[in-house]
Structures are given as structure tokens and as C-alpha cells.
């Protein structure tokens, strides 16, 4: 089994700040791409922020400049930091890892649970 286990969540500020964590556990022989997405009441869940094994990034226009997303291949971790926060990034965050179980099996998606984000004017 594998587990995506996501903290960080809660209520701040407008233009305030938090850090989201995303680890991943269980049987795992390799992880390809981590990301964090997004769905908000009534919305379409979106790509909000993704890193390659290569570290290579990929934000949505409307957080770029204000999210920063990072990974720590040793702890099968990925992190997001938001700053600027405005009260359109409210939704429940949810963590993504594609991800092989061993070194002959495909690659799959694996989803967290969700954490909720929200941003009070």
C-alpha cells in the first residue's frame, strides 16, 4: 500500500502565509513527478503546482510568484509554500505523487486525503 499524508492546512489572513507537506509512504520504488492540486466549492480541481524527479517546476498562472513548490527525494516529500494568499485560494488542497511500486510495474497516480486551505479578506 502507499499513503499520501498531507499537513499544513488552515485559516489565515489574506497576504499571510502557510506551508503545506505532502509525504509519501509504503512501498515505493520510485516517484516521478509530486504535485499539489486544488478544488474550491462548486470547481473543477486544478493543477495548482508540480516538480519532476529532476526538480523541474510547473506552477498555474495564478500562483506564480506566490507559491514555491519543493521536494526532499529522501523523505518522499513535497512541500508548498504559499505566500500572498488571497481569499481565491480558498479549496482543499490535495497532495499527487505518479509513482512506480517496483522496479518492473507501471507508474500510477496516488492522491492524498486533502487538506482544507482557507483565506479570510
Known amino acids: 500500500q502507499v499513503q499520501l499524508v498531507e499537513s499544513g492546512g488552515g485559516l489565515v489572513q489574506a497576504g499571510g502565509s502557510l506551508r503545506l507537506s505532502c509525504a509519501a509512504s509504503?512501498?515505493?520504488?520510485?516517484?516521478?513527478?509530486m504535485g499539489w492540486y486544488r478544488q474550491a466549492p462548486g470547481k473543477q480541481r486544478e493543477l495548482v503546482a508540480a516538480i519532476s524527479s529532476g526538480a523541474g517546476t510547473n506552477y498555474a498562472d495564478s500562483v506564480k510568484g506566490r507559491f514555491t513548490i519543493s521536494r526532499d527525494n529522501a523523505k518522499n516529500t513535497v512541500y508548498l509554500q504559499m505566500d500572498s494568499l488571497k481569499p481565491e485560494d480558498t479549496a482543499v488542497y490535495y497532495c499527487n505523487a505518479v509513482l512506480r511500486r517496483t522496479w518492473y510495474g507501471s507508474e500510477y497516480d496516488y492522491w492524498g486525503q486533502g487538506t482544507q486551505v482557507t483565506v479570510s479578506s
Open positions: 509504503g512501498r515505493i520504488f520510485s516517484i516521478n513527478s
